[in-house]
Every structure is written in C-alpha cells, then in structure tokens.
C-alpha cells in the first residue's frame, strides 16, 4: 500500500524559505514521476511542481524560479526547497504521482506565509 508522508512545513514571513520533504514507501519509487501539489483555503489542488524518473522538472508559471523540487531515490524523498515565499503560497502542500496524482493523498503539511 503506497503511503505518504509530507513533512517541513510551518509559518513563514514572506520572502522567507521552507524545505518540504515527502517520504514514500510501497511504490517503486524511481520509476514515478513525482509531484508536489497545493491546496489554498475554498481553492481546488493544483500542481506546482513535478520531477520525472530522469530528474526533468517543471513548474506553475506561479512558482517558478521560487520552487526547486529534488528527489533522493536512494531514501525515497521528494523535496520542494520553497524560496522568496508569497501570502498567496498558503495552502496545504501534498506530494503524489506527478502526473496524475496517482495515489490516496497524505495528510499533507501546512505551510502559512505571514507576518
């Protein structure tokens, strides 16, 4: 059974940083592409970014040069190294299959920018 388990987020003053980190297990994890994903309060969850098997990545046009999303194939983790983080980068970030979100998502891991 594929389990999830975002991790890293917390309250940051815009412009701050936040590391997320997601541990997977019961996949194989290399073969996947892998997404991190965002839900604002009353908004749908959206993609923000994903990195494929090869390690090719792709971002919204919202975070680009913001957001870099990695991955250690050899822990199973997907990190997303969150920089120059806005009001509007509140909401509840998933990890999941990057194409699709493939799987029963976590729990997720909050992330709050105010000051």
């Known amino acids: 059974q594929v389990q999830l388990v975002e991790s890293g987020g917390g309250l940051v003053q815009p412009g701050g940083s936040l590391r997320l980190s997601c541990l997977a297990s019961?996949?194989?994890?290399?073969?996947?592409?892998m997404g991190w994903y965002r839900q604002a309060p009353g908004k749908q969850r959206e993609l923000v970014a994903s990195i494929s098997s090869a390690g090719s990545t792709n971002y919204a046009e919202s975070v680009k040069g913001r957001f870099t999303i990695s991955r250690d194939n050899d822990k199973f983790v997907v990190y997303l190294q969150m920089s120059s983080l806005k009001a509007e980068d509140t909401a509840v970030y998933y990890c999941?299959?990057?194409?699709?979100?493939?799987?029963?998502w976590g729990q997720g891991t909050r992330v709050t920018v105010s000051s």
């Open positions: 999941n299959e990057g194409i699709n979100g493939l799987w029963n």
């Open positions: 019961g996949i194989m994890f290399r073969i996947y592409s």
